[in-house]
């Protein structure tokens, strides 16, 4: 997760063909893999390199993952539609659903816009700054991803709960929605935004200072550009962790309808009541929020590829 | 630039990062560790003596080490296909892959459920006709686990496997090595830190897996009962002391594999800069 270079940097050169057209004339591919019938089939359609034991590898692998992600995922989404549009619909907008689902996106939303802002802040810090104890605060940042999320619920508990020795009660409060969810999507922001960051050259920030740019004006025109595509990224990543974010509201929320309740608890005190069928509607409504944010991130890393 | 010009702006900004993540993070964290002690040391290795916590670490360490072993093969298997070989569908794999980590963990449980379950699933009565119980029971554990950590390897191995290009591949290929030979002498050496990292992260990752366990497993005591449930269920039942030792356990294992993480990557950093000057 760390440094998390493989969204925003590395993964660039992974459709080489249509993000550097010149390159098809040597009649290698970026990566330097010979490509036989690139004139046949046109320069710019995907080709296929795949041998005896690279096919056997993708036959088996796509096995597991269909297994594993593709076949359940499609069952979710079977058995929302199986009661037909009304019945899905019936079952997504009662009263209690709405409320957690709107509770879910308002949090989520929020939450996104601060780590928008902190995150960047924070990986600004880690890049630009040097202070002792840097290394330790380098740590701390990837606790939340790691941290087991039943033990992040019990953490905030600590200093948020009944027992908080801020006299800050915010447990079974919709406030405890918006610290729980501040608290696992720390990473994704600074991580994404950090080793751009880090790449970046000062040299051009330094030249706009010397022709008088302000700190602001250098920020927005020279640094935020940059780091935009990085920002959008762990911004989606952030959301989507949000929006299906259940384990550490279980002992932080209380779970309350219409006041703490989100979509994942829906979810499960659907499946805990044996509605499997309005728990899979919940479900695909929430799909549908990560397959967009899956795109969004497909699309964010293959404009960063054709920039660089 | 300016140093003048920058310091207090600078000062400010490190003051803030530093107090949101006190008041977020370390503040909460260190009170976990001092509850977990309120009663001594002893007190706390007294809880994991008992059978039923026992038990819930011993299936919460085995499905974390078998999630982790699928994942590793898995992760090399389908890095290595989707940097090296070009084939129709690839960037939708590519996409997909990432899939697990945008996924609520109680959807995840919920899918593996509709397929798997012994009563009511796809393929459930079947594997169940040959004996095969996946939900309520330790493979659905295991399967539930490794999909909430499957993105992890794949993540840190591809960048790494762009950045080192196909040269030396190539070269022993040429020379004769076969594929097998090309991967294990040329391939897996050079990534094998980004290997490790993917490693430990998913092995961390996997140990506190808890809604997508929660949906499959069935929360029977000695059996089905994971760490991470036996943290709910003693919390609700009162038992706060047992649930604060637990969560001390799971978070000072996570800590571990983030500074090991973290050690390993500053090392290699180091040893880079000295390699190129």
Same mark, same amino acid.
């Given at each position: 997760m760390s440094r998390t270079t493989s969204l925003t940097t590395a993964r660039e050169t992974r459709a080489p063909s249509s993000a550097r057209p010149g390159s098809s004339e040597d009649g290698l591919s970026d990566d330097g893999a010979? %490509? %036989?019938?690139a004139h046949r089939a046109g320069p710019r359609r995907p080709v296929s390199t795949l041998t005896r034991t690279s096919g056997l590898g993708l036959g088996v692998t796509m096995l597991w993952f269909s297994l594993l992600v593709l076949v359940p995922l499609a069952a979710v989404v079977a058995t929302a539609a199986a009661g037909g549009p009304a019945e899905f619909w019936r079952a997504v907008t009662t009263e209690q659903t709405l409320h957690a689902i709107r509770l879910t996106v308002l949090a989520a939303t929020a939450v996104t816009c601060l780590n928008v802002v902190a995150g960047t802040a924070i990986a600004w810090v880690l890049v630009r700054d040097s202070f002792p104890g840097k290394r330790a605060l380098e740590v701390v940042i990837d606790v939340p991803f790691a941290l087991p999320t039943i033990v992040a619920g019990l953490v905030l508990l600590s200093l948020y709960? =009944? =027992? =908080?020795p801020l006299g800050l009660h915010w447990a079974n409060t919709p406030w405890s929605v918006y610290l729980a969810f501040a608290f696992v999507t720390l990473p994704f922001v600074v991580r994404t935004v950090q080793p751009v960051l880090a790449e970046l050259d000062a040299d051009v920030e330094e030249a706009a200072a010397s022709l008088g740019a302000s700190r602001t004006t250098t920020f927005r025109r020279i640094v935020l550009p940059s780091i935009a595509p990085a920002i959008a990224a762990g911004a989606a990543l952030s959301f989507a962790r949000g929006m299906g974010e259940y384990g550490s509201l279980v002992l932080l929320s209380g779970n309350l309808p219409f006041t703490s309740e989100v979509a994942s608890v829906r979810i499960l005190s659907s499946i805990e009541n044996d509605n499997l069928a309005g728990a899979a509607a919940v479900a695909t409504v929430l799909l549908l929020v990560s397959l967009a944010v899956i795109g969004v991130l497909d699309v964010v890393q293959r404009r960063v590829a054709r920039r660089g | 630039m300016g140093e003048s010009r920058r310091r207090p702006f600078t000062y400010v900004l490190r003051c803030a990062v530093v107090g949101y993540l006190l008041l977020l993070v370390v503040w909460p964290l260190v009170l976990v560790v001092t509850h977990a002690f309120e009663g001594g040391a002893g007190t706390v290795l007294g809880l994991f003596a008992e059978p039923g916590t026992l038990a819930a670490l011993r299936l919460t360490a085995l499905a974390a080490v078998l999630a982790t072993a699928i994942n590793l093969v898995f992760g090399v298997a389908i890095s290595l296909v989707l940097v090296r070989v070009q084939f129709p569908g690839k960037r939708i794999l590519s996409a997909l892959v990432d899939l697990p980590l945008a996924v609520s963990p109680v959807v995840v449980g919920l899918a593996l459920m509709l397929v798997y379950s012994g009563r009511t699933g796809w393929f459930g009565p079947t594997l169940e006709s040959w004996g095969l119980t996946v939900i309520f029971s330790t493979p659905g554990i295991v399967m539930a686990t490794a999909f909430v950590s499957l993105p992890l390897v794949v993540r840190e191995v591809v960048p790494v496997l762009h950045e080192i290009g196909t040269e030396q591949e190539q070269a022993a290929a040429s020379l004769g090595a076969s594929g097998t030979q090309t991967f294990w002498r040329i391939t897996l050496p050079s990534i094998k830190w980004a290997v490790v990292y993917g490693v430990v992260l998913t092995l961390a990752r996997s140990l506190g897996e808890f809604g997508a366990v929660k949906v499959v497993s069935g929360n029977v005591l000695g059996q089905t009962r994971t760490a991470t449930l036996a943290v709910e269920e003693m919390y609700l039942n009162f038992d706060q002391q047992g649930a604060y030792a637990i969560a001390f356990l799971l978070a000072s294992v996570s800590v571990l594999a983030i500074l090991i993480v973290s050690v390993l990557r500053s090392r290699a950093e180091r040893t880079e800069r000295k390699a190129t000057p």
């Open positions: 010979p %490509r %036989r019938t709960g =009944s =027992s =908080s | -």
